[in-house]
């Protein structure tokens, strides 16, 4: 059984610019839910999709936006980049709405 | 909204006992659940409750009281790889799927 992958590990870019990150769920998973965590902090959540569609959204603006793919892989994409964007994106897997979610190594992202 | 406050940093003796308090209120309730997260990795599943009482797992467990919105982790017969952050996280509302988190408590084990 594979787990939870993303895609890339780390990532430097600069403010103004547009960035996509991946992830793939864990097999038999069809849910998946991205979080931001800044250093120090605890995750924070961006939002979920379930069966390709968006089931929830936390409190980011309308330029972080995402997608789910048949295979229920998913992309966080953010657009005109901001020095605060620079953080941990973690994408966590889960079987429907079930409690447990499963995360993923996460992308570090570098904004200057 | 939601709140989740927990203690920013522990400090404990290898073999000791440690407990990390995590408070919430939130708008709904729908279980809490503690990760283990060491730096620069991905937060790995400890516990979850749903009801009041004690959950135990191996050298670690959880507590919850919702009338009081608090729990614990207790980790018991610490070892120098348990030295890593602490998060706490309540899943909201029955159609509410995400989960939000506490800053994280940093315990550190001394040998």
């Known amino acids: 059984e594979t787990g939870v992958t993303q895609s890339p590990t780390h990532l430097i870019k600069t403010r103004g610019q547009q960035v996509t990150l991946r992830c793939s769920s864990q097999?038999?998973?069809?849910?998946v839910s991205w979080y931001q965590q800044a250093l120090g902090q605890g995750p924070q959540f961006i939002f979920q999709?379930?069966?390709?569609?968006?089931?929830g959204r936390g409190n980011f603006p309308p330029r972080f936006s995402g997608l789910q793919f048949p295979n229920y892989s998913s992309e966080l994409n953010v657009n005109a980049l901001e020095l605060d964007d620079s953080a941990l994106y973690l994408c966590?897997?889960?079987?429907?709405?079930?409690?447990?979610?499963?995360f993923g190594p996460g992308t570090r992202l570098t904004v200057t | 909204g939601q709140n989740i406050d927990q203690p920013t940093e522990m400090t404990a003796t290898e073999g000791a006992i440690v407990q990390i308090n995590c408070t919430y209120q939130?708008?709904?309730?729908?279980?809490l659940f503690w990760y283990q997260q060491h730096a620069g990795e991905a937060p790995t599943f400890l516990s979850y409750?749903?009801?009041?009482g004690l959950e135990e797992k191996g050298r670690f467990s959880s507590f919850l009281s919702r009338s009081k919105g608090y729990s614990y982790l207790l980790l018991k017969e610490l070892q120098m790889k348990d030295s890593a952050s602490y998060l706490c996280a309540v899943r909201g509302g029955s159609n509410d799927y995400k989960l939000s988190f506490g800053a994280g408590t940093t315990v550190t084990v001394r040998a």
């Open positions: 966590a897997s889960s079987s429907g709405t079930s409690f447990q979610q499963y």
């Open positions: 999709y379930y069966r390709e569609e968006e089931n």
């Open positions: 409750n749903v009801l009041d």
């Open positions: 097999s038999g998973h069809n849910t």
């Open positions: 939130t708008s709904g309730f729908n279980g």
